[in-house]
Each structure stands twice: as structure tokens, then as C-alpha cells.
């Protein structure tokens, strides 16, 4: 494929995408088919997040948040097929027999990384393709408060990042592990489906496994990474649960597991645990988590004010004395009301955190509402009528 990097100006619409195509396209072909690469490159240049390419409809992409699509032409089935073969890595095309849906990652010109879902949509094969820059964000350019690097200081426990799909969960983590691989002398395992930000041993010795190539599930891929003299444990994902035992059972022995859960808030996320469990199990993960738990982390991605970009917002729970006790007293709602005042161990709510990026000329008021949980409280502060502190 030709080398169209003058197409990559920054300065180009999304809508211009389509002009980094090269060729003229044969007969019953797309266009897009025959420089892929370069349309990968002009949409990372544009800072778009997700690719979409499906047969018989031309490519979308997914920019700050929002679904646009592009002026080339509808997508054919030999295009996408051709591809798909392309990226795939052949050491894992012999497990694509009799499935439909699969995960996997590929790097474009040791530039940057995909995350991949291949899938098929009546009958026709499609991908999604999530952007993963190669060098890590730190917490602050993530937008995260300092409170964060407490848990980057851990020795043991378990800490979770949570929020809905493309809220940046996988991004967060990443920096969370690299900032004890920078500080730290530790080893850190991480089990991925797939294995996405890729860690280059620092201060830390980094082991990266990958589901279905280097070890079949996360239960198993917990219990022996327990044999492999871990300090810090990755999940990427509490799915079930058995991922969820073998994650109570590594934080018990003394090890700091960190791992994500799609749930919106902290309660939530511990209800999400114990609830997964069969009722007569309930009393006991209950005790558990209450005694490993460190600190969760619910975030959402918002619009700057500025217009470029987007950064985190998070609930941010520094498990205390008191929240320990809450937990084993199934008493939730106090701890809703402990993360209101935003006052103590650097905990706050997700409004709190709202209101005070809009208190720095950070987001707008429209953007805050629309990401609120509790809309109602959040136009109160907004009005003047929060009184809790102002530090960051």
C-alpha cells in the first residue's frame, strides 16, 4: 500500500477522510479497500476513538463521543473480508472456525494499537476498531484528581474501575499500572481479553497474558499467576462469578488485584459482587469484600468546553473504617451520603466532581447535566447551593 501521510493534517474535517483514499477503484470494489492502512492512519490523525466497518454501508467513526460518518463509498463484502484476513494474526485464525464473535488486537506501523471486535450482522462479516495509543497517559493528563496515586501505593486489596462501555475504564487502568511500574519495584501480571496498552518494564517487571493464547480464562489465568511471584494482579474484566472469587481469593493472600466492572457508581459496583453469588454464599463475599476492598473509581467521559477532546470524571470511593462497616452492614445508602460531602479520606460523589470541573471553566453546565446520575442535586449545586469544600 502507498504511503499517503500528507494526507494526516490535522486540520482536516472527519468528512475529509475519505480524500486520504488513493486510486481509483476498480469495477465493483471499494475504495476504501484498496489503502486501508492509510485511512487508519488519517483517522487516528483526526483523534477518533472507534472505527466502524460493516458491509454494504460506508465506514463510521466515533469522535468525543459522537457517531459521524464518512462520504466514501458503501463498504463491499470482498473489502471488509480482505481486510479482516489482513489484520487478524495468524496465530489465532484456526480458533475463528465456527465463531461469530471474536476479540483481538493488532498494531498499525508501530504507531498505535487496535482493539478488534469481529462479528457478523445478518449473515455479513463487520468490525469495530477502538483506538489504543502506544504510550500510556498518566492520571493527570487523564484528568483524575491526586488522590488517585494513593491506590498506586497500595501493597494489597483490590481496586476497581467501573463505568459503562467507552468511558475509558481500560485507559485509567493502564495508567494506574504504570504509574507503580515507573515508581515501584514490583512484578505486575496483567490478564487481558485482549491485551491492549502495552507496559514497557520500568522500575516493575511487566507479564502481559492474553486470553487464548497464553492462558484460557481469568479464573485460571488468577490461580497461576499466584504461582508466578506477583506483586500487582490485572483482571480486565470481572465478568463472572468465578473471575470474581479468583479476584477476592488473590487480593486475601496479600496481593493488590485491579480490575474493571461495568456499573455506574461505588455502591453499585458492590452490590454487582455480592449479588452475583448465590444467596447462602451472599453473607460470606460480603465479609470479604468488605476486607479487601480499597477504593473504587466510576467514571464518565466528558466534552471540554473547549472543544477538544474529552476528559474523565469519576465517583471516587477511598474505602474507610466506616465504609468497611457500612458494607458488612448492608447499610449502602450511608455510603452515598458519606460521598456527598466530598470531604473525607478524598472521596467524592460524581456530582462533586462535575461541579468542579464546571467551577473551572472545564466542561459546561449542558455537558455536566447530561452525564449527571442525580440531575436534580446537580442543578442545586450548579446554582450556588453546594457549600462543601473546594479543593481539588
Known amino acids: 500500500m502507498s504511503d499517503n501521510s500528507s494526507y494526516l493534517s490535522l486540520g482536516e474535517s472527519i468528512e475529509s ?41 460506508p465506514p463510521v467513526l466515533r469522535k468525543d ?39 483481538f488486537s493488532f498494531m498499525l506501523d508501530n504507531t498505535c494499537r487496535f ?8 449473515g455479513r462479516l463487520g468490525l469495530v476498531m477502538r483506538l489504543i495509543t502506544l504510550k500510556i497517559p498518566t492520571l493527570e493528563e487523564l484528568g483524575h484528581p491526586p488522590v488517585l496515586t494513593r491506590f498506586a501505593e497500595l501493597h494489597k486489596g483490590l481496586v ?41 518494564s520500568d522500575k516493575c517487571v511487566v507479564t502481559q497474558r492474553q486470553l487464548g493464547l497464553d492462558t484460557d480464562t481469568f479464573p485460571n489465568g488468577v490461580k497461576y499467576a499466584l504461582r508466578q511471584d506477583p506483586d500487582v494482579i490485572l483482571i480486565g474484566e470481572m465478568r463472572d462469578r468465578e473471575t470474581m472469587m479468583a479476584a477476592l481469593h488473590a487480593a486475601e493472600t496479600g496481593h493488590l488485584v485491579v480490575s474493571t466492572l461495568h456499573t455506574t457508581d461505588s455502591v453499585q459496583t458492590i452490590n454487582r459482587i455480592i449479588n452475583a453469588f448465590e444467596p447462602y454464599e451472599r453473607d460470606s463475599i460480603r465479609n470479604q469484600l468488605a476486607g479487601v476492598l480499597q477504593g473504587t473509581i466510576s467514571q464518565r467521559l466528558v466534552k471540554r468546553a473547549e472543544g477538544n477532546g474529552r476528559m474523565a470524571v469519576s465517583e471516587i470511593m477511598v474505602v474507610s473504617p466506616a465504609i468497611r462497616d457500612y458494607i458488612l452492614r448492608d447499610e449502602m445508602g450511608e455510603i452515598y451520603e458519606l460521598l456527598k460531602t466530598a470531604e473525607f479520606e ?23 447535566m447530561s452525564v449527571s446520575e442525580n440531575p436534580t442535586e446537580l442543578q442545586q449545586m450548579l446554582r450556588g447551593a453546594f457549600h462543601g469544600t473546594s479543593r481539588q
Open 115 to 122: 482493539r478488534v471486535n469481529l462479528f457478523y450482522e445478518m
Open 17 to 57: 477522510v475519505e480524500d486520504a483514499v488513493a486510486g481509483t477503484p476498480e469495477e465493483g470494489a471499494s475504495p476504501l479497500s484498496m489503502d486501508l492502512n492509510t485511512f487508519l492512519r488519517m483517522a487516528i490523525a483526526q483523534g477518533i476513538s472507534d472505527i466502524h466497518l460493516r458491509v454494504g454501508v
Open 65 to 103: 463521543g459522537d457517531m459521524v460518518a464518512t462520504r466514501i463509498p458503501a463498504l463491499t463484502e470482498t473489502a471488509v473480508h480482505q481486510f479482516a484476513k489482513s489484520i487478524i494474526p495468524a496465530k489465532i485464525l484456526p480458533r475463528l472456525k465456527n465463531r461469530t464473535d471474536f476479540d
Open 160 to 200: 476497581l474501575v467501573t463505568g459503562p462501555t467507552g468511558s475509558g475504564k481500560s485507559t485509567t487502568l493502564a495508567a494506574l499500572l504504570n504509574t507503580i511500574n515507573r515508581t515501584k519495584n514490583k512484578h505486575i501480571v496483567t490478564l487481558e481479553d485482549p491485551v491492549e496498552y502495552v507496559y514497557q
Open 346 to 368: 478524598g472521596a467524592r460523589s460524581l456530582n462533586y466532581s462535575l461541579y468542579w470541573c464546571f467551577r473551572n471553566n472545564m466542561i459546561t453546565p449542558e455537558e455536566a
